[in-house]
């Protein structure tokens, strides 16, 4: 849905991806992901976020 560079490097960033689960009860999560890399480390660091809290985390 929306990726936001964070950093030098074009692969670092904050992505918010829309999770297809053909199970009703849970399609209204998304994927909150942050992913890093510099010479030393890399990493991905990711959380399983509902859409009703994410709008109140957009809207202030």
């Known amino acids: 849905m929306?990726?936001?560079a964070n950093g030098r490097d074009t692969g670092n960033g904050i992505s918010l991806i829309r999770v297809n689960i053909t199970n009703s009860s849970?399609?209204?999560m998304l994927i909150l992901q942050e992913?890093?890399?510099d010479q030393t480390t890399s990493f991905v660091i990711y959380a399983l976020v509902d859409i009703?809290?994410?709008?109140v985390v957009l809207n202030g």
């Not at 009703?52 to 709008?55: A, E, F, H, L, W």
């Open 35 to 37: 992913s890093y890399t």
């Open 52 to 55: 009703v809290t994410m709008n």
């Open 26 to 28: 849970q399609s209204n």
């Open 2 to 4: 929306a990726h936001i």
